[in-house]
């Protein structure tokens, strides 16, 4: 063999080793919600997502529209709890996907009724009927959504996931399932 020839050949090898060396750094990076059983890769990521508080807030959204309309609130105070519903579902949709693609397409379809929800609402408000109506609709079909996923995460994990929208004291160890 020629120089030339080991020195390709040592580029080569330099090559193959850096690219070696990268692929076990990034199969590193991999977050937890990425290795183990499904069941455990659910759990890690509706413990780092947030997924609980996020169905919780959302439930609570739809209620206090349905409360602001109950009490014949003005359409002003009914437009925000509308804007609310439709912005934490926004955000709730930007927790996805999860790690099993039946529970994203769950919460990914809550998550996009409740948004429409919220956004008909709002249009609605102190004039359009229709609007509200669909809005009805679309709360009442977005909570039943919602429980379905929140059933399959429990399918999944053995464990009800906590829909509490409080936070813990600082400190505390916190299970997201409520346990």
């Keep these: 063999m020629g120089p030339s020839t080991r020195s390709r050949l040592r580029q080569v090898g330099v ?5 070696s060396l990268a692929s076990f750094v990034l199969a590193g990076c991999a977050g937890q919600e990425q290795s183990g059983t499904p069941a ?16 919780g807030t959302i439930e609570v959204d739809i209620k206090n529209v349905d ?3 109950s009490q014949h609130d ?5 437009r925000s709890v509308c804007a609310l519903l439709a912005s934490d579902a926004g955000i709730g949709n930007g927790n996805l996907p999860t790690p099993d693609p039946e529970l ?23 004039s359009n009927s229709k609007l509200l109506a669909t809005s009805a609709t679309e709360r009442a079909r977005a909570d039943a959504q919602l429980a379905k996923a929140v059933d399959r995460i429990t399918s999944m ?14 400190g505390s160890n916190v299970d997201p399932f409520g346990n």
């Design 15 to 19: 090559t193959v080793a850096v690219l």
């Design 40 to 55: 455990h890769q659910v759990s890690v990521w509706v413990t780092g997502a947030g997924a609980g508080a996020s169905v």
């Design 67 to 69: 409360l602001a309309f």
């Design 74 to 78: 003005p359409s002003g105070q009914i």
């Design 104 to 126: 994203s397409n769950d919460l990914s379809t809550a998550y996009a009724t409740a948004s429409d929800a919220g956004t008909d609402c709002y249009k609605g408000a102190g």
């Design 157 to 170: 994990t053995g464990h009800v996931p906590s829909t509490t929208t409080t936070t813990a004291p600082l």
